[in-house]
Nanobody, 123 residues
Framework: VQLQASGGGLVQTGGSLRLSCTASGRSFGEYLMGWFRQAPGEESEFVTT????????NYADSVKGRLTISRDDAKNTVYLQMNSLKPEDTAVYYC?????????????????WGQGTQVTVSS
């Protein structure tokens, strides 16, 4: 599967953005999907994941209550709605996919990565 992320940009503190990730290939509905992010000089960090059924989501504590993941299998797309953004949310955001069934926060669980989209939150 190939992943194409979009929707990043520059926003002020407290603002909102919606990231999209469209997948090409078959069986999108069978993939565990998620988002990681990487800030300058930092390692990649788990943000959120959603199971193939869409019924189970997991979030990093740092984004819980502000970011929401969802998926539309008819459009082969996963979304990340980002509200109440903070400067510490500034990073390149990567869409990821896995053929695992169980949710995972581990970077090694995800076989497919998109190209990343930059999110910058100004103070």
């Amino acid at each position: 599967v190939q992943l194409q992320a979009s929707g990043g940009g520059l926003v002020q503190t407290g603002g909102s953005l919606r990231l999209s990730c469209t997948a090409s290939g078959r069986s999108f509905g069978e993939y565990l999907m998620g988002w990681f992010r990487q800030a300058p000089g930092e390692e990649s960090e788990f943000v959120t994941t959603i199971t193939w059924s869409g019924t189970t989501t997991n979030y990093a504590d740092s984004v819980k209550g502000r970011l929401t993941i969802s998926r539309d299998d008819a459009k082969n797309t996963v979304y990340l709605q980002m509200n109440s953004l903070k400067p510490e949310d500034t990073a390149v955001y990567y869409c990821v996919a896995s053929q695992r069934v169980a949710p995972s926060r581990g970077i090694q669980a995800y076989d497919y990565w998109g190209q990343g989209t930059q999110v910058t939150v100004s103070s």
